[in-house]
């Protein structure tokens, strides 16, 4: 039965997802702003449709510790549900993604229309130069940067493969940096269209002031990302949702 749900749900994902980008296209000429919105709506129905024919949940923990002002939010990545999902939980993201996805008709030409962070991966120093000045730029917007330190999905429980970018980013800009861990790869694990009922939790943890020596804050940015992400999936595990809990 799961198996079914799932594939009914992905099928209205990518229609709806479709029809949001084709419907939605003026919104490439109006402001960003109502682009931004668009985008937020797509989250919201999205996270509906999840929750009413694949029986996935999200659960939001600390949400009082995002502050409204600007500030780098350095999150753990497991799914392709961190892409959409988090979206309404920020007031004004900036999400850092890699530039190839700027050439994907429409789903691209948005990504450039909401002011991401765009960044060319193949060529190191240039790319964390341009990721760093990009991030000033939208900070002075009063935005949000939000960025996933180990680059592309981690299946839960992998080891850690955290880079450079977001170090630099907390050292230049002098703005506290929230961590964010979160269990969507047990529900949405990559690479499959399986979708299992529970509740994904994400938790806002405690900001990390600015100011940080470059090593205590890796350290500390690191091991509270890691412990707080491995509990969270503990906890998952152990409801008995999830993988474990699927029929069908």
Known sequence: MQ????????????????????????????PRRWAM????????ASLWLLKHIAGTRMEVRGHERVPQGACLVVSKHQSAW???A????????????KDELKWIPFYGW???????????????AAALKALVEAAKVRLAQDRQVV??????????GAPPDYKPGYVALYEVL????IPLALNSGVYWPRRSLMRFPGTIIVEFLEPIPPGLPRKAFKAELEKRLEEASNRLVAEALASGSGPQGKSG
């Not at 309404?88 to 850092?96: E, H, K, Q, S, T």
């Open 110 to 124: 948005f990504c450039v229309k909401f002011e991401h962070i765009l960044v060319k991966r193949d060529r190191a």
């Open 86 to 97: 988090l979206v309404p939980l920020f007031r004004d993201p900036a999400i850092v993604l």
């Open 174 to 177: 002098g703005v506290p940096c």
């Open 147 to 156: 960025i996933f330190p180990e680059g592309t999905r981690r299946a839960p």
């Open 37 to 44: 919105e668009g985008l937020r709506q797509h989250a919201l």
């Open 3 to 30: 198996t079914v749900r799932s594939y009914l749900f992905a099928v209205a994902f990518y229609v709806t997802t479709a029809l949001f980008l084709l419907l939605g296209s003026w919104l490439l000429l109006a």
């Open 82 to 84: 961190d892409t959409f």
